[in-house]
């Protein structure tokens, strides 16, 4: 067999990864072709390379950069506020500020479904498209803004808006169509982290730039550039996420084996196996779309209602969190901003976290602890004299884990053929959250002069959040208990892009979650 070998050359990532095999009659690999070089397994160091084995968390960081600068735009308001607020030659009134906030989530209403069912058709391709949107709506925010033209700064929000929703929902389908099973909350928790470190220092950094140069007008154009890198990070990672497809995409459906060694590209290949096998076998099975979204489980609109009220009992309140540190506790704006920016400190754990959970389960229990250090974090700003920093760093413990626990459990509950539509649906129910939140926000500051009455309102969703946290409890019970287990047996949930009959534990969860019983549970016992 040696001697047939022929010399070939270096071989890159277009080399083949297996040699070709030329079926016989009987598909049994009967007549071997003289072979060509396998794909090697690139060094370590070369993490960039495909074929590197850390070259999957390397792309991981790049999915979370993803959406960056969107992020840091949106929270770099809360630390501009007051200057905008005092601006003499352009003054603008609490609700006009929190009409500003509010554009930004209004199309978030109903685009991001439209962007997620685009990543279930196109995949890499629609996202690009909105990361260069939301660079051209922050532009168009900073000139009204520079022009003084409060319509257009509005307009611009809107744009920048429409863009937004429909990346982070981009990167969620990055990140929960390659990680999945056993790493997916420790790759949620890598996307929270990376977000919460650019909310982080939006709000550390904003400030002191506007009062450097002597303007708010010019850190909004900071956070063009920021939008820029991130749309760069993008392009980027479209460019490795079709290397990889196009390296497996012919072993796949040939169901060539593929080098032991590369175990990434295995990881991904055997999934990518098994789905077109499930394909071939059952063509005519229904698979859950955006057309009949009335199939998702109750377990699932639960986890969306809880997300949207975790998400606004925390985020209406970073968005004007220096202003209300400002004139709490007589801080200056540069002080309050740093201050502010603390509840974002334990987020950057949210990796580790979810590597524990995805090992050991209890999503649910660190779901009801998060709840209860809310209404403390509130209850602590509200009604006593603490130092504020205690509860910053409470609601960072919340912020630390349960976005990961909650964004992980989705994909738990839906098909990978409709993980686009299901993170729509995420990410428009936070958007009416946010914009009605926001304006609430704004208008109670106008009508009652202080803040006490936007505190009471979030300690009373927060109160809420409890409640829905407890009932998720219930649901859990229903469904025997996927979110409370580890990662390897709560994705067994998602049952229609797997094959179940080579997966014991896909077909016991499709039949419990209808409150039927396997009929081969039997056979399987007794052999």
Same mark, same amino acid.
């Given at each position: ?11 890159? %990532? ?32 070369? !993490? ?40 003499? %030659? ?92 056993? %790493? ?6 890598? #996307? ?121 009992? !925390? ?16 801080? #200056? ?15 950057? !754990?949210?990796? !580790? ?154 077909? %016991? ?11 081969? #549970? ?6």
């Amino acid at each position: 067999m040696t001697a047939k070998l022929k010399a070939s050359a270096e071989p890159s %990532e277009l080399t083949p990864l297996v040699y070709d095999a030329c079926l016989s009659e009987h598909g049994d690999g009967g007549g071997l072709t003289p072979p060509r070089s396998p794909l090697r397994r690139a060094p370590a160091w070369q !993490f960039w390379r495909s074929t590197s084995p850390p070259h999957r968390f390397y792309l991981l960081i790049l999915m979370s950069c993803i959406p960056f600068g969107g992020h840091f735009v949106k929270n770099g308001m809360s630390s501009l506020e007051q200057l905008m607020l005092d601006d003499a %030659e352009f003054p603008i009134t609490n609700t006009m500020y929190g009409a500003l906030l509010s554009a930004v989530t209004v199309p978030n209403m109903f685009i991001p479904l439209l962007g997620g069912r685009l990543m279930d058709k196109s995949g890499h391709r629609s996202i690009r498209f909105f990361l260069v949107w939301i660079c051209v709506g922050q532009a168009i925010f900073a000139i009204g803004m520079e022009l003084k033209l409060y319509w257009l700064a509005l307009f611009g929000r809107v744009f920048f808006g429409v863009g937004e929703g429909s990346v982070v929902v981009g990167a969620r389908v990055f990140i929960a169509s390659w990680f999945r099973n056993k %790493e997916l909350t420790f790759a949620m928790g890598v #996307s929270v982290a990376i977000t919460n470190v650019s909310k982080m220092l939006a709000k550390a950094t904003v400030a002191p730039i506007a009062l450097y140069f002597g303007g708010y007008v010019q850190a909004l154009w900071y956070g063009v550039a920021v939008c820029v890198v991130s749309a760069l990070v993008g392009i980027l990672v479209c460019h490795y996420t079709l290397n990889l497809k196009r390296i497996v995409k012919n072993r796949v459906v040939s169901e060539e084996a593929l080098d032991p060694s590369l175990h990434w590209l295995k990881d991904y290949a055997d999934k990518k196996r098994r789905k077109h096998r499930w394909r071939k076998s059952n063509t005519q099975a229904k698979q859950i779309s955006c057309d009949n979204v009335q199939k998702f489980s109750r377990m699932f609109w639960v986890i969306v209602l809880l997300h949207v009220n975790f998400i606004n009992v !925390f985020h209406l309140f970073q968005n004007v969190s220096a202003s209300y540190l400002f004139q709490r506790y007589d801080y #200056s704006i540069v002080k309050a901003g740093v201050v502010s920016s603390v509840s974002h400190l334990f987020v950057v !754990f949210a990796p !580790f976290i979810g590597l524990a959970i995805d090992h050991f389960g209890g999503r649910i229990l660190l779901i009801i602890l998060s709840a209860i250090l809310s209404v403390l974090a509130y209850t602590f700003m509200i009604f006593t004299e603490i130092n504020p920093i205690v509860s910053m760093l409470l609601i960072s413990i919340c912020l630390s884990f349960t976005p990961t626990v909650l964004m992980a459990a989705i994909p738990n509950s839906v098909s990978r053929k409709s993980f686009g539509t299901a993170f729509g649906i995420v990410e428009i129910t936070d958007a009416i959250g946010a914009t009605f939140g926001n304006l609430m926000v704004g208008y109670l500051r106008d009508e009652t002069g202080s803040y006490r009455a936007v505190m009471m309102m979030l300690l009373g969703m927060a109160v809420l959040v409890l409640f829905l946290a407890l009932f998720l409890i219930f649901e859990d019970s229903r469904h025997g208990w996927v979110l409370s287990a580890p990662s390897g047996r709560s994705r067994a949930l998602s049952v229609d892009d797997e094959d179940p009959m080579d997966n014991p534990a896909v077909l %016991e969860a499709r039949y419990s979650a209808n409150g039927e019983t396997d009929p081969l #549970s039997f056979d399987r016992a007794t052999a």
